[in-house]
């Protein structure tokens, strides 16, 4: 099971192993057109992969690390000089937040250490008009929830994360590297039924949604509205009428909500529930009474 180095919101990768057994085998082209950190692909065997994602800076933090999979060396040397300049904690090269602060501040000490240096590396990166990826990796990497937040001035303006570069983070990036190398990737920025609708099918074609969920409180989905997810079943209606196998992930119902419009569509197709314990990004503390389930055609 492999974790995407983006750790996104959203990101299914404590749900891969599950999802996994349930994807169709011998597919030729996985499409997932709500992309987000990518665990879920991570995961699949396919011969291509198309790859979709409205956010067009998750998209541009996907081609640079495919660039640098065949440079790594030069990828780390810069992320670390990186850190190195703007004082970064590291754990994974021992660089580590001193133990008066961690006495101090027993739960928060990696946000009081890293606060000022963060904080000049967002200045940096959005005075230099975000265009210095490596810059963007760390701020994804060391800010609140690895969440990827711009105002309408397009700053960034995520505050920092009470986290930093650890073993985890090499490893997923070199897992990353090994995996996506020499596989047939393209990847698109752009709304998800114009992605679709530029495609073709044949009988292996597997498409995986996994879409902002209507009924959770999260950055992520902020911009969701049941339009949007009445124009999502549709298009899946449309693609089932033409063969095409597809699956989806998504709430039935988290705190005391349920989402009508997908339990009732879901009747027409094969349901797996999910064992998810989904918590909630506004209050990762709890484990919501929540509902999950993997919906397909198969």
């Given at each position: 099971?492999?974790?995407?180095?983006?750790?996104?919101?959203?990101?299914?990768?404590?749900?891969?192993p599950?999802?996994?057994?349930?994807?169709?085998?011998?597919?030729?082209?996985?499409?997932?057109?709500?992309?987000?950190?990518?665990?879920?692909?991570?995961?699949?065997?396919?011969?291509?992969?198309?790859?979709?994602?409205?956010?067009?800076?998750?998209?541009?933090?996907?081609?640079?690390?495919?660039?640098?999979?065949?440079?790594?060396?030069?990828?780390?040397?810069?992320?670390?000089?990186?850190?190195?300049?703007?004082?970064?904690?590291?754990?994974?090269?021992?660089?580590?937040?001193?133990?008066?602060?961690?006495?101090?501040?027993?739960?928060?000490?990696?946000?009081?250490?890293?606060?000022?240096?963060?904080?000049?590396?967002?200045?940096?990166?959005?005075?230099?008009?975000?265009?210095?990826?490596f810059?963007?990796?760390?701020?994804?990497?060391?800010?609140?929830?690895?969440?990827?937040?711009?105002?309408?001035?397009?700053?960034?303006?995520?505050?920092?994360?009470?986290?930093?570069?650890?073993?985890n983070?090499?490893?997923?990036?070199?897992?990353?590297?090994?995996?996506?190398?020499?596989?047939?990737?393209?990847?698109?920025n752009?709304?998800f039924?114009?992605?679709?609708?530029?495609?073709?099918?044949?009988?292996?074609?597997?498409?995986?949604?996994?879409?902002?969920?209507?009924?959770?409180?999260?950055?992520?989905?902020?911009?969701?509205?049941?339009?949007?997810?009445?124009?999502?079943?549709?298009?899946?209606?449309?693609?089932?009428?033409?063969?095409?196998?597809?699956?989806?992930?998504?709430?039935?119902?988290?705190?005391?909500?349920i989402?009508?419009?997908?339990?009732?569509?879901?009747?027409?197709?094969?349901?797996?529930?999910?064992?998810?314990?989904?918590?909630?990004?506004?209050?990762?503390?709890?484990?919501?009474?929540?509902?999950?389930?993997?919906?397909?055609?198969?």
């Amino acid at each position: 099971m492999t974790r995407s180095p983006l750790f996104y919101v959203g990101d299914k990768y404590k749900l891969v192993p599950q999802l996994i057994k349930i994807f169709p085998d011998n597919i030729s082209n996985y499409i997932e057109p709500f992309y987000g950190g990518g665990s879920s692909q991570l995961s699949v065997s396919a011969e291509r992969f198309y790859l979709n994602d409205i956010n067009e800076y998750v998209i541009k933090l996907h081609l640079f690390l495919l660039e640098y999979s065949t440079k790594r060396e030069v990828f780390f040397s810069r992320v670390f000089d990186l850190i190195d300049y703007y004082k970064l904690s590291c754990s994974f090269k021992n660089k580590i937040v001193p133990t008066e602060l961690k006495k101090k501040y027993p739960k928060t000490y990696y946000s009081k250490f890293n606060k000022e240096g963060y904080e000049k590396l967002k200045t940096d990166y959005n005075f230099e008009k975000c265009s210095d990826m490596f810059k963007l990796y760390l701020l994804l990497i060391y800010g609140f929830n690895h969440m990827l937040r711009f105002n309408s001035n397009n700053e960034f303006n995520l505050p920092v994360g009470n986290v930093d570069f650890n073993k985890n983070v090499f490893k997923a990036l070199n897992d990353y590297f090994d995996l996506q190398v020499n596989r047939s990737i393209k990847l698109c920025n752009c709304d998800f039924e114009s992605f679709i609708n530029g495609l073709k099918f044949d009988e292996n074609t597997f498409v995986y949604f996994d879409p902002p969920y209507l009924i959770s409180m999260s950055e992520y989905n902020k911009n969701w509205t049941e339009e949007e997810e009445r124009r999502l079943y549709a298009l899946i209606d449309k693609l089932n009428d033409k063969g095409v196998k597809f699956g989806i992930t998504n709430l039935v119902q988290h705190k005391g909500k349920i989402n009508n419009i997908f339990k009732k569509w879901s009747e027409k197709y094969n349901v797996f529930d999910i064992a998810s314990n989904y918590i909630s990004f506004n209050d990762n503390t709890i484990k919501q009474n929540s509902k999950e389930i993997y919906v397909c055609n198969y």
